[in-house]
């Protein structure tokens, strides 16, 4: 295991636990993550990592433990103040989440029109944020004119266009094929170079080898194995 | 202007943008909500139309009908200026004024001055007209007393007539009862499809949520507040509201000036007439705030159900 001074944890879980009933989903999980680092939560389906999300981004309320993300103790997180963590922390999900009707723009415009920032802002940011992710000229395209990996990097840019310190990415590769599964990889590294801490999950054992990063191992909802440059091995 | 006033209307704005986008995303459904609330802000301006020009119709007839004693020509003017001091005794009664034969026949004229036929038939030398005291009173239905007194066995003799408007008050009756009645109506009817209005606009809008599951989903996810979030679907009933609130006073404008005009023998709609053009923007902003105040309930009541934040 390894020991960090919590002052320095831009993620800290302490003694996490998480039961559904009788069931338990996360048994006193200990993680502390630094600032700026890549981390990659590897397990089986089941084994806890997504609940452990789902805790992360205040979907769940732990059923014990403490969660501190980027100094906001959720024990004292209210209600109302949930959307006001949601915007500190960038998430791309599995399955996109983009909103249909709306275009590429639009959709990554979004996560900055709901917190009130202003037009001429938006529309100086927006275009640099598509550059980013490598999709400069598909602005006016639909989601559903996109592929695969074109609408992750899409919601890859609507996560990082509040500059957030740590973004979550949960399985964000689990629909696409390899050569896309690793230009999103490429692109979270990047986004990591800049200073932003990156959370990963993943299934793919090729993509975890190669990264040669921190990998933490979770089985059956317990922290099984946390190594500095880890590999999959569930 | 401060930084937050600036992101609260800039916020407001989105709202409402997303709002009526919604509006006409919903099209269909938007038409059947704004049909019935059209229907309901209708019955609600015209029970207030009703109410308001039967009310002047029954204070016009009411201060028209003359309540007045006629005397026998033989009669002294001694048992007059009696039964005079005895009816302003009464309480109901305000005034009593002295009509002397030549102040009806001055009245005569005066009343019938187009009419050169009528006023050949009368003149100071051959005077019809009866004396009499004109009666002014509190309340018309509570003559009574004044009956009574006008039935007394010393005033029999000396009196000729009395009009104490049995026709009028019949008639004045039958005004306050239809007046009652549509109020009664207009107040039941409003209720009844207020309530249907609402029961509509909230399944417009507990189906918008629905089918916008996945949508509110990701809103929350990327850090939408519940009044980022809300804002649209109350800004979208609101809209339905204030639609119906245009068409129902342009029906109620476009009735009151056509059809007023040719009930105006029957029902005095002066005042109303006067009241609905000078005080429009009253009319008007009563008008919307009651469609908006519809559209906010059912859809908040819709969200309290089915938006679950």
């Known amino acids: 295991m390894r020991a960090y001074v919590r002052i320095n944890s831009v993620i800290l879980l302490d003694r996490l636990s998480k039961s559904y009933g009788p069931s338990t989903a996360l048994a006193r999980v200990n993680l502390h993550i630094h600032p700026k680092e890549f981390v990659t939560v590897v397990g089986h389906s089941g084994a806890g990592k997504s609940t452990l999300i789902r805790l992360m981004i205040r979907e769940e309320e732990p059923t014990s433990g403490k969660i501190i993300i980027g100094g906001i103790d959720y024990d004292n997180l209210k209600k109302r103040d949930v959307p006001q ?17 709306r275009n590429i723009y639009e959709n990554v415009a979004f996560a900055l ?19 980013l992710v490598g999709l400069a000229g598909k602005e006016k395209n639909f989601p559903q004119e996109l592929s695969g990996g074109e609408r992750q990097r899409v919601a890859i840019a609507r996560a990082v266009v509040r500059q957030p310190k740590i973004l979550i990415a949960d399985e964000p590769t689990g629909n696409l094929d390899p050569k896309h599964s690793w230009d999103i990889i490429e692109l979270l590294l990047k986004i990591n170079r800049y200073g932003t801490t990156v959370i990963l999950t993943t299934h793919n054992r090729d993509i975890v080898n190669a990264l040669q990063r921190r990998v933490v191992t979770l089985r059956n909802g317990r922290v099984v194995k946390d190594e500095e440059r880890g590999s999959y091995d569930v | 202007m401060t930084k937050s006033l600036i992101r609260r209307l800039l916020m407001l704005w989105r709202i409402m943008v997303a709002g009526t986008r919604n509006f006409f995303r919903n099209a ?11 229907i309901t802000l209708t019955i609600m301006l015209s029970a207030v139309i009703f109410n308001m020009a039967l009310g002047d119709t029954l204070d016009q007839v009411t201060e028209s009908i003359d309540v007045a004693i006629f005397f026998e020509d033989d009669a002294s003017r001694e048992a007059i200026d009696e039964l005079q001091s005895e009816l302003i005794g ?6 009593v004024q002295y009509i002397s034969k030549a ?3 001055e009245r005569y004229r005066r009343d019938n001055i187009d009419n050169p036929d009528i006023l050949e038939a009368v003149s100071e030398d051959d005077n019809p007209l009866p004396r009499s005291l004109e009666i002014q009173v509190q309340d018309l239905n509570q003559i009574d007393e004044l009956i009574i007194l006008s039935q007394d066995d010393r005033f029999i003799p000396i009196i000729e007539d009395t009009s104490l408007g049995e026709e009028r008050r019949r008639t004045i009756e039958r005004i306050a009862d239809t007046r009652q009645f549509l109020i009664s109506f207009g107040v039941v009817a409003s209720l009844i499809f ?10 417009t809008i507990r189906m918008a949520i629905f089918a916008r599951g996945d949508e509110i989903g990701i809103m929350r996810l990327v850090g939408a507040t519940n009044g980022f979030i809300r804002g649209p679907f109350i800004f979208e009933s609101i809209l339905d ?10 029906i109620i404008y476009l009735a009151l000036m056509q059809g007023a005009t040719r009930l105006v023998d029957f029902v005095s709609f002066e005042n109303t007439l006067e009241f609905f053009t000078v005080a429009w923007p009253l009319v008007v902003i009563a008008t919307v705030l009651a469609g908006a105040l519809i559209g906010i309930i059912s859809s908040m009541m819709a969200m309290v159900r089915y938006l679950k934040l």
């Open chain 2, 194 to 203: 207020a309530s249907v209005s609402i029961l509509i606009i909230f399944n």
């Open chain 1, 113 to 131: 029109e709901i917190t009130g920032t202003r037009p001429s802002v938006i529309q100086h940011t927006v275009p640099k944020v598509l550059q």
């Open chain 1, 85 to 101: 963590l949601r915007r500190k922390i960038g998430v791309v999900f599995q399955d996109f989440k983009l909103l249909p009707n």
């Open chain 2, 241 to 250: 509201g204030i639609i119906a609130a245009a068409i129902s006073l342009g």
């Open chain 2, 28 to 38: 269909w459904l938007s038409v059947a909500a704004t049909a019935v609330m059209v």
């Open chain 2, 103 to 105: 102040d009806a026949l």
């Open chain 2, 90 to 95: 009464l309480e109901n009664v305000t005034a």
